[in-house]
């Protein structure tokens, strides 16, 4: 069995590969598998329905067991935002560094304090042509520093 891992994101995939290198299961791309240029929309609300998207859309297509995610951001201080929106927080044609930009600019003048936050990631395994999909949720809570170290 192969498990394939539902991120076009290669830093992501990277972290993925490390931390699931001790499975007895080879670990599959969407390049190995011909899906690369595959992109599923979110559309969802929820971070657990968008993975759920990916994670069913990339095994129905590939026809391999797969796992997918999504991640939020949620800033205290920020009435929750970036939320589930984190890699489209500030609108289209922004580069990620201005997407970490925007919340410390936005969070200037809030002392360290009042600068709770909460990065949480779902994980979605879906097999193909099976409706049973298995989610996991987990925060880390902590606070957004002054500026990128």
Do not use: H, W
Not at 34 to 40: F, H
Not at 49 to 62: H, I, P, T, V
Not at 73 to 79: E, I, M, Q, S, T
């Amino acid at each position: 069995m192969d498990l394939l891992i539902g991120t076009s994101n290669k830093g992501k995939l990277g972290e993925f590969q490390m931390m699931l290198a001790g499975l007895p299961l080879p670990l599959l791309s969407l390049s190995d598998v011909g899906l690369a240029e595959m992109d599923v929309e979110e559309t969802a609300v929820t971070l657990e329905d968008n993975a759920r998207l990916k994670a069913e859309a990339y095994a129905k297509a590939s026809g391999y067991l797969t796992l997918a995610d999504d991640t939020g951001l949620y800033v205290d201080a920020l009435n929750g935002a970036p939320g589930i929106y984190p890699a489209r927080y500030g609108g289209p044609g922004l580069t990620m560094a201005q997407r970490r930009q925007k919340p410390l600019g936005e969070l200037r003048g809030v002392p360290d304090e009042k600068r709770t936050a909460e990065f949480v990631c779902v994980i979605a395994l879906a097999a193909p042509g099976q409706g049973d999909i298995s989610l996991v949720r987990a925060g880390c809570k902590g606070r957004i520093a002054q500026a990128e170290a």
